[in-house]
C-alpha cells in the first residue's frame, strides 16, 4: 500500500487535492516509522533481507518518505536495507526468495520502484538496475515459453499450471511481450487467485522503468523457446538455511524438472509452507491444451535433490523415524476425475513416460482430493512410506523413460 501510495504522490500529485496530499503524507510517514519495528527474530518478525519482495518494498518505503519529510532516520534506514539486500544478494547473484511465479513478479517491480523514485545518488538507485538486469535473465532461464509456464523449483507458489492462475510474475511477462505471450489465463471468469489481478495496473505504471533493464536476448525467450537447456543456481536465505540452497533445472521443449537441495531449520522452506515451498517439480505438456505439474510435498527440513534430463532424484540424508513415519509425497494435477483419464500413480500419467526407483514400500497411497485446500487447485496426492525400520538414506527417483 506504501509503494501505491509513493507512485499516486510522485506521478499524480497534480490530480489531488492539496489536503488529501497532505493526508497521504502523514499516512505514509507513520507507516515508514512503524516499519522500523519489524526487526528479524525479534517477538517472532519474519522480516529479514533474504524475504526478498517485503524487502524491497520497505527500503524504497524508508527512502522515499525520508527523502520527501526530511526525516533523515528513515533515509539513513532505506540506505541501511539496501545495503544489506545487496550484500545478501551479492553472494550467489539470486535473490533469497529464488523464482517465485508470484514474488518473482513483486521483487522485480519493487526494484524498478528503487531505480524510478529512489533519491539521487542513493544506493538504491545504485544497484537496481544490476538487480533487475540478473532477475530478467534468470527468469528467461527458467522460462518455457511452450508451456507458458516457469520452471520449477520454486520457492514460494500458489498454482501448478500459470495457465489457470493469476500470478504477478506473469504480470512482469506480460508487460514485456504481451498478453499473447503471457503465462496468463485465456479466460479470466473462473481463473485461481484472481486477487492478484488487482495488483496489476500498479506494474504497468512501472513497466517502462523495468523495461530498460531487459536485454532483446531474454525477451526472446518469452516469445520462443530457445531450445534444451540446463540451469543451476544458488540462493540462501538467512537464518532459516544452514547452507545455501543448490538448484538445478532442466527445460526442453515440452518438459522442466527442476529441484533444490536444501538444509532448513523447519519444514516447508524459508516461509515454513509446505503448500507454497516445491523444491521438486516436474511439468509437462499432457496435450496441446493442458499442463501435466508433479510437485513434491515437503515433509522433511533436509533434501538432496537433483533435476537432469533423465528425470528427478530426491533423497533425505538426515531422515529418521522419531516423528513418525517417512515417506515420499508427491501431488499430480493437471486431469481430474471427469476428463476420462484414471489415473492409478506416477507411472502412466498421459503425455509423459515415467519410472519410479525408490528404497521406499511399493504399495503406495493414492487420495484424489477435490477440496482445492491446496492452493484451489485439485490434485492427486502419491505418497510412498518408508519400512518402519530402514538403514539406508531413503531416496526417490521419478525417471524420464
Known amino acids: 500500500m506504501g509503494c501505491a501510495w509513493i507512485a499516486a504522490l510522485n506521478d499524480y500529485e497534480h490530480l489531488l487535492p492539496a489536503s488529501t496530499v497532505t493526508k497521504i503524507e502523514s499516512s505514509l510517514h507513520l507507516a515508514a516509522k512503524g516499519d522500523l519495528y519489524r526487526v528479524g527474530g525479534v517477538d517472532g518478525e519474519n522480516l529479514y533481507p533474504c524475504y526478498s519482495n517485503p524487502w524491497i518494498m520497505r527500503t524504497i518505503l524508508q527512502n522515499w518518505v525520508g527523502t520527501r519529510m526530511n526525516d533523515k532516520n528513515l533515509t539513513q534506514s ?114 485461481y487467485h484472481q486477487s492478484d489481478f488487482a495488483f496489476y495496473p500498479l506494474f504497468s505504471l512501472a513497466m517502462p522503468e523495468m523495461l530498460r533493464y531487459l536485454s532483446p536476448k531474454s525477451k526472446a525467450s518469452f516469445i520462443e523457446f530457445p531450445g534444451d537447456h540446463f540451469y543451476a543456481a544458488k540462493a540462501y536465505s538467512p537464518p532459516f538455511d544452514t547452507y545455501s540452497r543448490n538448484i538445478t533445472t532442466w527445460i526442453s521443449k515440452n518438459l522442466t524438472i527442476g529441484a533444490e537441495t536444501i538444509s532448513e531449520v523447519d519444514i516447508g522452506g524459508p516461509a515454513k509452507s509446505s503448500s507454497a515451498f516445491s523444491p521438486g517439480v516436474i511439468q509437462w505438456a499432457i496435450d496441446d491444451t493442458q499442463v501435466g505439474c508433479i510437485t513434491h510435498w515437503v515433509t522433511e527440513s533436509s533434501l538432496d535433490a537433483m533435476a537432469s534430463k533423465d528425470g528427478l532424484r530426491i533423497s533425505y540424508p538426515n531422515a529418521t523415524t522419531e516423528y513418525g513415519p517417512v515417506s515420499f509425497n508427491f501431488l499430480f494435477s493437471g486431469l481430474g476425475v471427469n476428463q476420462g483419464f484414471n489415473v492409478t500413480g506416477l507411472e502412466g500419467l498421459p503425455g509423459l513416460n515415467l519410472k519410479v526407483e525408490t528404497n521406499a514400500l511399493l504399495n503406495y497411497s493414492i487420495v484424489y482430493n477435490t477440496d482445492q485446500e491446496v492452493n484451489e487447485f485439485i490434485f492427486y496426492n502419491i505418497t510412498y512410506t518408508m519400512p518402519e525400520k530402514f538403514e539406508e538414506t531413503p531416496f526417490f527417483s521419478i525417471l524420464v523413460v
Open 78 to 191: 532505506g540506505e541501511k536495507f539496501a545495503q544489506e539486500l545487496y550484500d545478501l544478494w551479492s553472494i550467489h547473484h539470486t535473490l533469497s526468495e529464488f523464482n517465485s511465479p508470484t514474488y518473482t513478479g513483486v521483487a522485480m517491480w519493487a526494484l524498478a520502484l528503487w531505480s524510478q523514485y529512489g533519491s539521487e545518488g542513493s544506493l538504491l538507485k545504485t544497484h537496481a538496475p544490476e538487480m533487475l538486469t540478473a532477475s530478467w535473465d534468470e527468469l528467461a532461464q527458467l522460462y518455457n515459453a511452450n508451456l507458458r509456464n516457469i520452471a520449477g523449483p520454486w520457492d514460494r507458489v500458489y498454482g501448478y499450471d500459470m495457465n489457470s492462475y493469476v500470478s504477478l510474475t506473469a504480470a512482469v511477462i506480460w508487460g514485456a511481450v504481451g498478453r499473447e505471450y503471457a503465462p496468463f489465463p485465456r479466460e479470466i471468469s473462473g481463473m
